[in-house]
Nanobody, 119 residues
């Protein structure tokens, strides 16, 4: 099993910054990538940013230029630096780890951390 523990959420102000962290532990074999997703009230969970094991990144259009995802491979930790926050960024943010297990691809999720941005 894989455990993901997020930290760093909380209350931010519009135009301000917050940094999320997510550490992975447990049976980690062959990571494909890690990432962040978010879910606002009444909306579906959506991709925020992902980073592959090789360091390639992908961002939602809504956060490009404002958010930066990074990863410490040695610590199996992924970070999300969120700058120029907007009230629309308010959501529960979930950490994701995707890895290969035998011939299958498995996704693991953290418990989520609340980010609230005030105007």
């Amino acid at each position: 099993q894989v455990q993901l523990v997020e930290s760093g959420g909380g209350l931010g102000q519009a135009g301000g910054s917050l940094r999320l962290s997510c550490g992975a532990s447990g049976i980690i074999l062959s990571i494909i990538g890690m990432g962040w997703y978010r879910q606002a009230p009444g909306k579906q969970r959506e991709l925020v940013a992902t980073i592959t094991n090789g360091g390639s990144t992908n961002y939602a259009n809504s956060v490009k230029g404002r958010f930066t995802i990074s990863r410490d491979n040695a610590k199996n930790t992924v970070y999300l630096q969120m700058n120029s926050l907007k009230p629309d960024d308010t959501a529960v943010y979930y950490c994701n780890l995707r890895q290969r297990v035998d011939w299958n691809v498995s996704d693991y999720w953290g418990q989520g951390t609340q980010v609230t941005v005030s105007s």
